[in-house]
């Protein structure tokens, strides 16, 4: 009998799995694929070694800019992928010493649960059976493949997130449906490597729920460069190698592409494990079709005793909070007073320059009636960015509460925004005023003082 089983060892199922292994829970890790999941194996880790790699060659090509001069910089396609299935190896091993090490049994087989009982819940894998007292649900989510006519006589030519990674040539011209994160980073990537990049996007925006006017400064960047965007256009069929789809004012176009990347969206995975047989609560949409396990702040299902955790709840879809999710719902079983937020929740997209929010956009402020003020600054005012970044463009934006001043949302475009939002996710979490932003010592020169002297233009102006 385990105190703990978990169904899937991505970032929510390994990091509750070693948090309840430091603990002295007896855990069971069961993962039918690699541990890591698809953010360690097909997603976020393959992606940003890629990107990666197209930023130092990018540096090469613009190495005049900062008084460095490379002849003929040149890239190797198979070099990039090789390097990517090191990292990921790298850090799969990593994953799997630290499930020994906190003595976590992992299974690597595809786990089915046969119900609840009084004696625990059953889990079957490979003919075997196993109890546990608990059970946390980690199995993610997968790539949503709208049925486009003509979708299954194009073959190969269609490609997820997953078939991307995998492809041993750079195509030379490449179509992607769908605007949103995964979309953008792939367009970023191929197009830094001269691949000719066209992206159909239904919404009137790229990047969907982020900062309206980050996301219409990183496209502008992005047309300057060579990448088609196509929005508020639907796509109606697939021919072969060619996009069909329908413009604004209803006109029938057409866009080809060596290869069809199909971003446009995740759905959580409910499928093929036995979720049915305990009668967990799902989340319903609009037609009355389960999106996800519906769990409390504390992760917690309606069913005693079963967790979820991750993009199977189909709420925040991203390795982090998959992550937190976990930790919550271990804590709820070892009896510590825990439950998850998801005020301060940071997106970013690893495009180049890359983009980061965490808190409200101002939409998102208005569409509650929040009364707010914002102010913006250019990254310009950051010695630090002006020295690594020639030429580059960037913003950040600061949104409080028109009384208390408190940080409600900060929404940032440029280099290295990524490693400093957490510092404006900590201000949203603990409520922090302007007047109290203020009082921290930020370290010079570095990027993040951006944030604290856009909270001084801002509190100039209250």
Request: with cysteine; charged share 25%; aromatic share 6%.
């Amino acid at each position: 009998m385990y105190d703990l089983a978990i169904i899937g060892g991505g970032p929510g199922g390994y990091v509750a799995a070693e948090r309840a292994g430091a603990a002295g829970l007896n855990t069971i890790l069961f993962e039918k694929k690699s541990l890591g999941g698809v953010c360690l194996n097909e997603g976020c880790i393959p992606t940003k070694t890629l990107l990666y790699s197209a930023k130092v060659y990018n540096y090469a090509v613009t190495g005049d800019h900062y008084g460095v001069h490379v002849d003929n910089p040149s890239f190797d396609y198979a070099e990039i992928l090789k390097r990517k299935e090191k990292v990921v190896k790298k850090l799969v091993a990593g994953v799997r010493l630290a499930m020994k090490s906190h003595e976590v049994t992992v299974v690597p087989a595809e786990a089915f649960i046969k119900g609840r009982g009084a004696e625990g819940i059953a889990i079957e894998a490979e003919g075997e059976e196993y109890l546990a007292k608990n059970l946390l649900i980690c199995t993610g989510s997968e790539a949503v493949v709208p049925p486009f006519p003509g979708l299954s006589e194009a073959g190969e030519v269609v490609v997820t997130n997953r078939e991307i990674l995998a492809l041993t040539e750079r195509p030379a011209e490449l179509v992607v449906i769908g605007g949103g994160v995964i979309g953008m980073e792939f367009a970023a990537f191929f197009n830094t490597l001269g691949t000719k990049v066209t992206v159909v996007e239904m919404l009137p925006k790229i990047l969907g729920p982020l900062d309206d006017e980050i996301s219409a400064m990183l496209q502008k960047q992005y047309e300057k460069k060579g990448i088609t965007f196509c929005l508020s256009c639907k796509v109606t069929a697939i021919e072969g190698d060619t996009v069909v789809y329908e413009d604004p004012e209803g006109n029938v176009c057409r866009v080809r592409g060596d290869r069809i990347l199909m971003s446009v969206g995740r759905r959580a995975s409910l499928q093929g494990f036995g979720l049915e047989n305990l009668g967990v609560e799902c989340v319903l949409n609009k037609a009355g079709r389960p999106v996800g396990i519906k769990v409390d702040e504390k992760m917690r299902t309606s069913v005693p005793g079963v967790y979820a955790a991750g993009d199977v709840t189909g709420f925040s879809m991203l390795a982090h909070t998959a992550s937190r999710e976990g930790e919550v719902a271990v804590n709820t079983i070892l009896g510590k007073e825990d439950r998850m937020r998801y005020n301060a929740i940071p997106g970013v997209v690893y495009t180049n320059p890359e983009v980061a929010g965490a808190g409200l956009t101002e939409s998102e402020a208005q569409a509650r009636g929040i009364a707010f003020k914002v102010v913006k600054l250019p990254m310009a005012y950051s010695g630090r960015f002006v020295a690594e970044n020639e030429r580059g463009e960037g913003i950040c934006k600061i949104i409080v509460g028109a009384e208390r001043h408190e940080v409600l949302g900060v929404h940032m475009l440029g280099n290295p925004c990524s490693e400093i939002i957490h510092s404006a996710c900590i201000a949203i979490e603990q409520g922090m005023t302007l007047e109290q932003l203020q009082e921290v010592v930020f370290p010079h020169p570095t990027v993040s003082e951006i944030i604290k002297e856009t909270a001084f233009s801002l509190q100039e102006t209250i």
